[in-house]
């Protein structure tokens, strides 16, 4: 019994972050790896690291210095960063469709005249994702940046050796701002967690 009553406050604390999905079963998709692709702007070589919840049903990128600047005194090449990363996700054997989800966050401080935005396009070679990409994220106000991104995925995994499969995300931060000689301001992702919810897999396509 000592076991159950310690259980719930942890499922509840889960809820009431995201939805989990409720569903998950053993063999489902799981996201095992992240690395960035190449030493892009955002996420310089040694900025950038992964990290799996416990159970393993979300993988969180951790990113040390993805933040987009404008201000007095700050550089134009601030203004925009961009970071790509490959994404692997464990699929079971089979005919797999689900959402993958996306949820970047950041504290921010963006000042009232701007946007700060993200941009993202995403694939999976070796299956599809047929609504294509999801729209850019507007951020205009407040300091705690969340979003959500749901990605509709389908995937036919026919053996073991197929199973792990690349999802790619090339993702790009801005600031918009109407000023030519603009305040300060923050947009930047800290965090993102990555997972695959809604699943229902099938032997056959
Ligand atoms: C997928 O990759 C992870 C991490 O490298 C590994 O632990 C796992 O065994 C791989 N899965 C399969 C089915 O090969």
Known sequence: MKLFTLALPALAAAASIQPLQSRQVAGGPRVVYAAQLGNPNGCPAGTF????????????????????????????????????????????IGCTTGNIIVHPRGDNFIANTDTGVYS?????????????????????????????????ASINIRNQNERNTTFTARTRIFLETPLSNPQYSEFSIQNMDIYVRDVVTTPTC
């Open 120 to 152: 993202a396009s995403y694939t999976l070679p070796k299956g599809q994702l047929p609504a294509g990409n999801p729209p850019n994220i507007q951020y205009r106000s407040g300091q705690n940046f969340a979003a959500f991104q749901s990605i509709p």
């Open 49 to 92: 690291s992964f990290a799996l919840s416990e159970g393993g049903l979300i993988g969180t990128i951790i990113f040390d210095a993805y933040n987009a600047l404008v201000g007095p005194g700050i550089s134009t090449g601030e203004r925009e960063k961009q970071c790509d990363f490959d994404v692997t996700i464990e699929f079971p």
